[in-house]
């Protein structure tokens, strides 16, 4: 059967079930989406007159160079760890903004390229925006749906000349659910992302389970010290070490009338700390990451969730050193599991809303591969708390059963601006069931807005993996 | 960053003896330099300029998804910049033939540089020594005044793009002041036009009306002209001595407003943030020209590349190499802008039209197909054509003039669109339109284009500070208008407002944007999405942003 009839399908029957105007309505928007579940970037269009793929379409004239074009100088551009700066200087520096009363401008943990097939390489960087006034470019007016550009060649007004599969396989790109983001050659790691989340979370109810393989969980230390590089600057030991070599220069004549501009420093007084890694057995699990790609996600709430379970999954692969098993779970009306981070955290929003079916779909991996037995077991699902399945019907009874089992489920709903507040779908049902009291310890709920920041990501994260 | 080798450079002077023999213009001195990846790391962030003043965000990964180029209109990764003398960046390993190639693009760069009027105010002073100093000088300010500097560095690059690069051009061109009639122009240029509207055929009767009573009386007919006007418009007085009034001193952009008006600038202790704002109004007055002219530079340049490489006797049986190279990148691609494509076949189109006449009203009138193409006159001028472009078009004037039926049908060119296939799950692009007029306006919509915000003068007063978007159908980004005003505010050192439009918020806003198109079998009809604009006021006052709806639209 063809997909739009499925959903039709369904929502005839929803409707027989009863809808309010408003339930009506977002079912309606979501079932007349334009959207599809494509990973961005890599945009190559195969030519049906039997010439190869199409270079990448470049829709700007701006996008284009003499350094690339004429000489193949592949753009490049500095990381913070390249240039001076630390992620510690950055964060300090954010901090004093806000004390001078100026609102942060440091993002951390909104840039990411994960490899394909396994190869994880997770990249998470501190970013930042310049504001200005411009033009919304993302703004068309109604009489262009349609993105326009530029063409040569044959085929008459409204022929189709090339395709371009929807679903790349070797499409990258970066940020959630946006598309047509140019690739990011940034490298970096996430030692930086997991020391600090590392510091502020750890996994709840953990049990003793199975004997498949022993959990490695490192923990680190910032015991050693070590002269001109490393992680963290030691600034007591580096300025009791420029002190010294200033004496030994004779920088320092009068003790009482100390000089500080006159030092000299040298690129070896600079003392660091760096990291000693000790083993620590411990019980195993496996993660699942839901992720609600509908219609409705289009925006701000995709942004949210998905960044929220990129700051997740970032601090489980330093603080576990990939040692939990991850699976990625996306659904509209029907969910699929996703190989990979990069799928999940690719994939654009489109479709109707089933929350029920991601349920389901987690239950059945864990029932056929017997996960329960062996592994500790997280779910964390992310929504914007729309869902057909207004009373959550067959949500619920899905969630029951998921709850004998694991040993946290989060949900995260980022509420649209122009709902009202606190009155989702998700959420309403999630309250009446009565389940977030009667498991309090088992199911978590974190609702927010829109407009949320890093900060409020954290701290729903905090709220969601509390003990 | 090393010089190019002697062997390099000799070929260099080779090009460019060759160059200006062909009629190409441009200084004699010229840097060449080897980058490696390490020299473009520090050079990119820079916008390749060595010397350019250092910033933190330099530093960092900047998000430039959203609207990229409407933030950063200048290109980081260019060839060669337009310094005194000209510098220019390459690859160590580039074989000889190539940089003969290179070499001349950027000649024919060099001398667009050089000669285009549009970079006319960047011809007397060397940039990268000027950068040098303004670097100095930012760099011992923020060793005083420490993240102090960086805020004003900050706030007033989140004002560069609204620059008045156009006033500062405009000095260069401007017609004596003391042969011209104030009253005259008014009536022209203000009264007829803003205040009454009038059609324009009225207009032009109203000039044939002037210079004939100009013909008919020297001394009179003026005073004649306007005794008719006073009877028909009796406001015409009033209203003239009223814009008399008013400063009509030199158009400022909104840094400079800011720098000469803002209270809390003039405190002493805040003077040091002046010179500041102007050193990052100055760079982006410079970069200015670049993007406005990129269609234009990169054509200029292709179509010089490949003339003088063909002729040049140096590379002898590398014309395939060549050939390789240079339809990588110049050739028109099949869905796509390429501005080095469009420039050059534009350049060769006109040079064309021009050598045989038909850029006349003679062979615009002609309809007869046949006539239109044997239609020859062997005039020989299109090259000295072309050169006059060169000096004086930008790439609005070019396209807007020269992208014609012709044009269009000659290299076979269409909007292409983009749609999706919901049962294939492809994208499909397809052929929108061939027609002329489509194709000239999707380019025209894919150019670059700042907001026009200006000071509303009559509205600033009580130390408010009120600046107006003058809307042209698309909307600010609203994430950064908050960040915007904050800067705006701590540098004026007190309220600030910005009138501007938006979609009016109607209860499915949110989600009309996905939504297009009946879905087969639905009961309920989707009406095509309508957009309504309502004007707002957003304020920010004490570092808290609020927006009110002034009006529907």
């Known amino acids: ?467 | 960053m090393e010089l190019v080798d002697q062997h390099t450079k000799k070929i260099m002077e080779g090009c460019k003896e060759r160059a200006r023999d062909a009629g190409l213009r441009f200084e004699d001195e010229t840097l060449e330099y080897i980058v490696t990846n390490r020299d473009l790391i520090e050079l990119t962030p820079k916008v390749m300029i060595p010397t350019l003043y250092d910033y933190w965000v330099h530093d960092v990964e900047v998000l430039k998804e959203t609207g990229k180029y409407e933030l950063y209109p200048a290109n980081p990764y260019e060839t060669v910049i337009n310094t005194r003398p000209a510098i220019s960046f390459y690859n160590d390993n580039n074989p000889d033939w190539m940089n003969v190639m290179i070499f001349y693009h950027v000649l024919a760069h060099i001398d667009f540089f050089q000669k285009n009027l549009y970079f006319q105010h960047t011809w007397d002073y060397d940039f990268t020594g000027q950068a040098l100093s303004d670097k100095r000088m930012i760099a011992k300010l923020r060793s005083e005044k420490g993240r102090w500097l960086d805020y004003v560095i900050e706030f007033t690059r989140g004002l560069d793009n609204l620059v008045g690069y156009h006033y500062e051009l405009s000095r260069f061109a401007y017609p004596d002041t003391a042969i011209r009639n104030k009253r005259v122009d008014y009536y022209f240029d203000v009264f007829l036009q803003s205040e009454k509207k009038v059609k324009i055929s009225e207009y032009i009767k109203e000039i044939e009306r002037y210079n004939e009573c100009l013909k008919a009386s020297k001394k009179t007919g003026e005073k004649e002209f306007f005794s008719d006007i006073t009877k028909k418009y009796p406001e015409f007085e009033a209203l003239y001595k009223k814009q008399y009034k008013k400063k009509t001193g030199r158009k400022i952009d909104l840094i400079q407003f800011l720098i000469e008006h803002s209270e809390f600038l003039k405190k002493e202790e805040n003077q040091w943030m002046k010179p500041v704002m102007e050193v990052i109004r100055k760079t982006s007055i410079f970069f200015q020209p670049q993007i406005r002219t990129k269609i234009m530079n990169e054509g200029w340049a292709s179509y010089w590349h490949e003339k003088l490489f063909l002729k040049d006797d140096r590379i002898k049986g590398h014309e395939v190499d060549f050939a390789k190279a240079h339809s990588g990148v110049a050739s028109l691609p099949r869905v796509g802008l390429n501005p080095y494509a469009l420039g050059l076949r534009l350049f060769q189109y006109i040079e064309e039209l021009v050598d045989k006449g038909k850029y006349s009203v003679e062979f615009k009138r002609l309809l007869n197909s046949s006539d239109r193409k044997n239609f020859d006159k062997k005039t020989g001028k299109g090259m000295d054509f072309i050169f006059k472009l060169r000096q004086n078009y930008n790439d609005f004037l070019f396209i807007n003039t020269f992208v014609d039926d012709d044009f269009v049908a000659l290299h076979n060119l269409f909007v292409a669109g983009k749609r999706l296939n919901k049962n294939k799950m492809v994208w499909e692009y397809f052929v929108k339109s061939r027609n002329a007029k489509d194709y000239r306006q999707m380019l025209l919509d894919m150019l670059y284009h700042p907001p026009d915000i200006q000071v509303d003068l009559d509205r600033t007063k009580n130390g408010n500070l009120y600046l107006v978007h003058h809307f042209e159908g698309k909307p600010l980004v609203k994430d950064f208008i908050s960040n915007t005003m904050l800067g705006i505010e701590y540098m004026w050192g007190n309220t600030v407002q910005l009138e501007t439009s938006e979609v009016a918020a109607v209860p499915t806003s949110q989600a009309a944007a996905y939504v297009s198109g009946p879905t087969a079998g639905m009961k309920e009809e989707q009406k095509p999405r309508e957009i309504k604009w309502e004007s707002v006021l957003y304020t920010m006052k004490n570092r808290r942003l609020s927006r009110i709806v002034i009006r529907k639209i």
Do not use: C
């Open chain 1, 1 to 467: 059967m063809d997909m739009n009839q499925k959903l039709l399908k369904r929502y005839e029957e929803l409707k027989k079930r009863g809808l309010t105007p408003e339930q009506n309505r977002k079912i309606l928007l979501e079932l007349n989406g334009e959207g599809t579940h494509d990973s961005p970037g890599g945009s190559r269009i195969s030519d049906q007159t039997g010439s190869k793929d199409f270079q990448r379409v470049v829709n700007s004239f701006y996008q284009h160079n003499d350094l690339q074009d004429l000489q193949a100088i592949t753009a490049l551009q500095a990381s913070y760890n390249v240039t001076l700066r630390s992620i510690d200087e950055l964060l300090e520096r954010d901090k004093q903004r806000e004390k001078d009363g100026f609102p942060r401008k440091i993002n951390v943990g909104r840039l990411i390229k994960p490899g394909r097939g396994g190869k994880e390489k997770i990249v998470v960087v501190p970013t930042t925006v310049e504001e200005k006034f411009i033009h919304d470019p993302n703004f068309k007016p109604p009489e262009e749906e349609e993105e326009a550009s530029g063409g040569t060649g044959d085929g008459e007004e409204g022929e189709v000349i090339g395709e371009q599969p929807v679903h790349d396989p070797d499409g990258s790109g970066s940020g959630p659910g946006q598309g047509e983001g140019g690739p990011h050659e940034m490298e970096s790691n996430a030692y930086d992302l997991g020391k600090i989340l590392t510091e502020k979370f750890e996994l709840p109810n953990l049990q003793d389970k199975g004997k498949k393989r022993s959990l490695t969980r490192y923990t680190y230390d910032m015991t050693d010290r070590n002269k001109g590089f490393g992680q963290l600057i030691d600034k007591k030991a580096t300025l009791r070490k420029i002190i010294e070599t200033n004496i030994f220069l004779g920088n320092l004549p009068d003790l009482d009338d100390i000089d500080p501009t006159r030092f000299l420093i040298s690129p070896s007084d600079r003392i660091f700390r760096v990291l000693s890694r000790e083993k620590d057995y411990e019980s195993q699990a496996v993660v699942f990451f839901l992720r609600d790609y509908s219609g409705s996600m289009a925006g701000k709430s995709s942004d949210l969730v998905v960044t929220q379970h990129v700051l997740i999954y970032s601090w489980l692969l330093y603080q576990y050193a990939m040692q939990v098993e991850s699976r990625f779970v996306l659904h509209d009306t029907e969910a699929k599991e996703v190989p990979d981070f990069y799928s999940y955290y690719n994939s654009k929003v489109a479709g109707g809303t089933q929350v029920a079916s991601a349920y389901r779909l987690v239950n059945e991996i864990v029932e056929k591969e017997n996960l329960a037995r062996d592994y500790n077991i997280y779910v964390f699902h992310g929504t914007d708390g729309d869902d057909w399945d207004t009373t959550g019907k067959e949500a619920i009874p899905e969630l029951k059963k998921m709850l004998k089992y694991a040993s946290r489920v989060g949900v995260t709903i980022a509420e649209h601006g122009y709902g009202s507040k606190n009155n989702s779908e998700v959420e309403k049902y999630l309250k009446n069931s009565g389940l977030l009291e009667e498991k309090k310890s088992l199911l978590r709920l974190d609702v927010m807005q829109e407009n949320a920041d890093e900060t409020r990501l954290m701290e729903g994260i905090k709220r969601l993996i509390s003990p």
